[in-house]
């Protein structure tokens, strides 16, 4: 949030990004996205891919796409920061 206070340009993007995936109502869904997003972004050459910049994994179901994504692309390395809540 306080990355999109400091630069608005920022905010619309992230949650067009956000729209994107909620209204994909299967993790398969989610999982065609991913695979279009990062094809777009030219990484499947190989690199480093930070999934998120900040906050967390929304679902299960998201987080679960994004393991299932990344298993198509050996050559990326994929990393993210979470917090696990114990209840």
């Known amino acids: 949030a306080m990355d999109e206070a400091r630069r608005p340009n920022v905010r619309k993007p992230r949650w067009d990004n956000y729209d994107l995936l909620k209204a994909q109502k299967t993790t398969v869904g989610k999982v065609a996205l991913i695979k ?4 777009a972004t030219g990484l499947i050459r190989g690199g480093t891919l930070r ?3 900040g906050g967390d994994f929304y ?3 998201y987080f679960n796409a994004w393991v299932m994504a990344a298993r198509y ?6 990393y993210s920061y979470t917090k696990i ?3």
């Open 36 to 39: 279009r997003s990062i094809e």
């Open 51 to 53: 999934v998120h910049i």
């Open 59 to 61: 679902s299960q179901s």
């Open 73 to 78: 692309y050996p050559q990326i390395v994929f």
């Open 85 to 87: 809540t114990y209840q």
